[in-house]
Nanobody
């Protein structure tokens, strides 16, 4: 069983950068793909991007070109977001797949483990 805890959210200004962290415990996390999703009020959850066990990145459309993703050896995955806009305001979630050595997916139903989410608010 994998537990995920996101951190790093907060209130920022239009054009700022922000780094979110996703700390994992339990399970062979280093072999799992991790996805970042976000959900704004009244909208569907959408895929931001994902990282596989080799640290190869898959990008969604929502923040394409404005984010970087990485993972370290201490079971933490990072989402670095740049040039933030008010429309990026949402709760951001990290999620892990339950199969090792497969890539990330843009479908939330392909992820078995989820964090509680962290709020990101971008003011204009």
């Amino acid at each position: 069983q994998v537990q995920l805890v996101e951190s790093g959210g907060g209130l920022v200004q239009d054009g700022d950068s922000l780094r979110l962290s996703c700390a994992a415990s339990g399970g062979p996390f280093s072999t799992y793909a991790v996805g970042w999703f976000r959900q704004a009020p009244g909208k569907d959850r959408e895929f931001v991007g994902g990282i596989d066990w080799r640290s190869e990145i898959t990008s969604g459309e929502s923040m394409k070109g404005r984010f970087a993703m990485s993972r370290d050896n201490a079971n933490t995955v990072y989402l670095q977001m740049m040039l933030l806009k008010p429309e990026d305001t949402a709760v951001y979630y990290c999620a892990a797949r339950s199969l090792g050595y497969v890539g990330p997916s843009s479908r939330s139903e392909d992820y078995a483990y989820w964090g509680q989410g962290t709020q990101v608010t971008v003011s204009s």
